[in-house]
């Protein structure tokens, strides 16, 4: 089945510093989304994209489907973006998540 | 509209009980997929369920069941609880079962006594 491998595994930053979260997949996937999960354990959604590039406000989200690889950017990072990210792609039915990166913002 | 909906939010059980944690789909949505999260870790594939039928199943002991009702919402059940069944349940709601995105609730927090 398909594998997903996050990097790095934690990430310690300032405020205002940039970010780039990367996700590895073993195979080809029909889905490709990214998640950022609160301290609650909801996972939000961030972005879905299978290929391409997507923005939303100070994110980002890369996919290059052919070379098995997404990237997430933050810009101007805040306090309130610390948490875990994940991502996750679907082959048959299932989503497939990496082990996430813990994302660190200090003030 | 409602996103979707997950109940209880928090659950204490004793060992060897069993456990019903319930799941409403966005309205529109007729597939619903649970995933077993433990702390540290990825949330992992437990089942998917569409238009009533078993889609998918994970890595997971028959103690383990689910199922689909005429209204897309769905139960999953677990039998004889162990400790190790501490965890978050999350459901994920999707158009359908192939490349469509999901939608999570908030989830169940289970803690096995």
């Known amino acids: 089945g398909i594998q997903v491998e996050q990097s790095p595994p934690d990430l310690i930053l300032q405020e205002g510093a940039n970010s780039t979260l990367r996700c590895n997949f073993s195979d080809s996937v029909n889905n490709l989304q990214w998640f950022h999960q609160n301290p609650w354990g909801q996972l939000i959604n961030l972005f879905y994209i299978p290929s391409g590039t997507k923005q939303n406000g100070r994110l980002s989200a890369t996919t290059v489907a052919t070379e098995r690889y997404s990237l997430l950017y933050i810009s101007s990072s805040q306090t309130t973006d610390s948490g875990v990210y994940f991502c996750a792609g679907k082959g048959a039915q299932k989503l497939v998540f990496g082990q996430g990166t813990r994302l660190t913002i200090n003030p | 509209d409602a996103g979707v909906t997950q109940s209880p939010t928090h659950l204490i059980k004793t060992r060897g009980q069993h456990v019903t944690l319930r799941c409403s789909p966005i309205s529109g949505h007729k597939s619903v997929s649970w995933y077993q999260q433990v702390l540290g870790q990825g949330p992992q594939f437990i089942f998917q369920?569409?238009?009533?039928?078993?889609?998918g199943r994970g890595n997971f002991p028959d103690r383990f069941s689910a199922r689909q009702f005429p209204n897309y919402s769905s139960e999953l059940n677990v039998n004889a609880l162990l400790l190790g069944d501490s965890a978050l349940y999350l459901c994920?709601?999707?158009?359908?079962?192939?490349?469509?995105?999901?939608?999570f609730g908030q989830g169940t927090r289970l803690t096995v006594v």
């Open positions: 369920y569409y238009e009533k039928e078993e889609r």
């Open positions: 994920a709601s999707s158009l359908s079962p192939g490349g469509t995105e999901a939608f």
